[in-house]
Every structure is written in structure tokens, then in C-alpha cells.
């Protein structure tokens, strides 16, 4: 039987993407995305629940996202679930789930939204809306074959 990894998210970035490069010189962006449900509880009340989620970009991909998206910048992302796991310096084992993006658009400039433009969004909003970044790329822990970073991600994977 045959599996499927994909995800589709549509919200808004709680913080700045945070723009780093590992020592073979890829980029890699961060930033967690808060994504919102409505719905209604047993007792017919309208409640919300927000669920905040880690997506990794690479590339020139990450490169974009760094340039031109803020907090509460919204977002698509098209991409894949991928756990990781290491160690600590004191020992302790960790794991993280995150989303892998293959494609992130952005779904509307900021003259469009009423806030102000911003340094990072120096481009017209034309230019920010027709930004499509579905590249195929392989991430840096792709090509290693097994997506663990060994004992410290740190080195692999700056976050």
C-alpha cells in the first residue's frame, strides 16, 4: 500500500522568519505559522482554537521568505510533516515535528492589507503576490539519506 505526506496550511507568521545558513552555505528559514479552527462545541458554542506550527524553507526559497515575509504575514505552505530527533550536550533526547515547505505563496502585499510597508516588503505588492516558490530542491538532510542530524543538529541543521 502506498503512503502520502502532504500538507496544506493557510495563517498567518507569529514572529519574523529567521534566516540562517549552514557551513555548506544553503539557506534555511524558520518560523512558526498560527493556524485557526473554528467550530462548535456539544453544547452549540462557537469556539476557536489555534494551533501554531514550525515550518523549515531551504534554499532561495528561504532566501524570499526572509526578504519579504513578517510577523502576521500570510501565508500558503504546501509541504510535507518530518520528524527529527537528536541529543542534547547534557544527554537528553529530543524530537520535533515540523513541516517541510515545497511551495509557499504569499497571499497578499502589504498595501493591500492596510498595514504599512515595511523594509522587508520593499517590493511592489504585485511582485509579493505573484511570488510562487514551488522549486524542486532537496534540503541539505535530504541528500544524507536518512533525515537525522546526528548527535547535534546544530551543525546540520542551524535550529
Known amino acids: 500500500m502506498a503512503s502520502l505526506n502532504k500538507v496544506f496550511l493557510i495563517g498567518n507568521l507569529t514572529r519574523d522568519p529567521e534566516l540562517r545558513y549552514i557551513p555548506s ?18 453544547a452549540g458554542e462557537k469556539k476557536e482554537q489555534t494551533s501554531f506550527i514550525r515550518v523549515v524553507v531551504w ?3 528561504a532566501e524570499v521568505c ?4 513578517s510577523k502576521g504575514s500570510p501565508v500558503f505552505i504546501e509541504g510535507r510533516l518530518q520528524s527529527r530527533d537528536w ?3 547534557d544527554g537528553q533526547k529530543r524530537n520535533t515535528l515540523e513541516v517541510i515547505a515545497d511551495n509557499v505563496q ?14 522587508k516588503a520593499a517590493g511592489s505588492a504585485d511582485d509579493i503576490e ?25 551543525e546540520e541543521v542551524p535550529f
Open 59 to 61: 534554499g532561495r526559497r
Open 130 to 154: 505573484t511570488i510562487n516558490l514551488s522549486e524542486e530542491v532537496e534540503s541539505p538532510v535530504e541528500k544524507s539519506g536518512n533525515g537525522k542530524t546526528g548527535a547535534n543538529p546544530g
Open 106 to 119: 504569499f497571499l497578499r502585499g502589504p498595501e493591500r492589507s492596510g498595514a504599512a510597508v515595511s523594509p
Open 87 to 89: 541529543e542534547t550536550q
Open 25 to 42: 552555505g544553503s539557506a534555511v528559514a524558520t518560523f512558526t505559522v498560527a493556524v485557526n479552527r473554528v467550530f462548535k462545541s456539544q
Open 66 to 69: 526572509g526578504e519579504y515575509l
